[in-house]
Nanobody, 129 residues
């Protein structure tokens, strides 16, 4: 059962940019998420936590996207974003928005999918080689 809705996935040339968005199906749920994040899953790969953000704005990134991707949140609009720049073919995959309901800074820093309870259905990002 999805609790979040992603949008913005597309096919974009290598070196290009794309921004993903995520909103909760229930806007009242937004206040109950101490940490939100973006995960991606390529063909045959495990779900990787690429970026997470605490409610205070503290962010965490995987080494593979550090310096290229930016995660942000708009509390007024109940929306989570992932701005992706300098895209590479290896960034191709299904991108999922997720939220943790546990008030744990460590959960956010570790970026492990098992620690995130609410998920979206995902959106496809393709960067052709």
């Amino acid at each position: 059962e999805e609790h979040l809705v992603e949008s913005g996935g597309d096919s974009v040339r290598s070196g290009g940019s794309l921004t993903l968005s995520c909103t909760p199906l229930d806007i009242l749920a937004w206040a109950g998420y101490p940490c939100m994040g973006w995960f991606r899953q390529g063909s045959g790969n495990e779900r990787e936590g690429v970026a997470t953000i605490l409610r205070d704005g503290t962010t965490f990134y995987s080494d593979s996207v550090e310096g290229r991707f930016t995660i942000s949140q708009d509390h007024a609009q109940n929306t989570l974003y992932l701005e992706m720049n300098s895209l590479k073919p290896e960034d191709t995959g299904f991108y999922y928005c997720a939220a943790s309901v546990a008030n744990s800074r460590s959960f956010c820093r570790w970026r492990l999918s098992a620690n995130f309870a609410d998920w979206g259905q995902g959106t496809q990002v393709t960067v052709p080689s």
